[in-house]
């Protein structure tokens, strides 16, 4: 999902991790580098990655990288 709020874009990924337990939100959106087709914008980049588990029902991690 990416957000564009006072020329901040917010990109963001969730994870459910019991479906994935190698890999995490944030390398998803580092290694399919969803950000490109945004920096051209100049606006700063915040990518957030967020791991949900079906067992804990709820947030299990959290990542923030800005940029």
Do not use: W
Not at 26 to 47: C, E, S, T, V
């Amino acid at each position: 999902m990416t957000v564009l709020f006072n020329n901040h874009i917010y990109i963001i990924e969730f994870k459910v991790v019991e479906q994935n337990p190698e890999g995490s939100a944030m390398a998803q959106l580092k290694d399919k580098d969803y950000a490109a087709k945004y920096r051209a914008l100049g606006q700063p980049i915040h990518l957030i990655g967020v791991g949900f588990s079906k067992q804990a029902k709820g947030v299990v991690g959290f990542e923030v990288e800005c940029g």
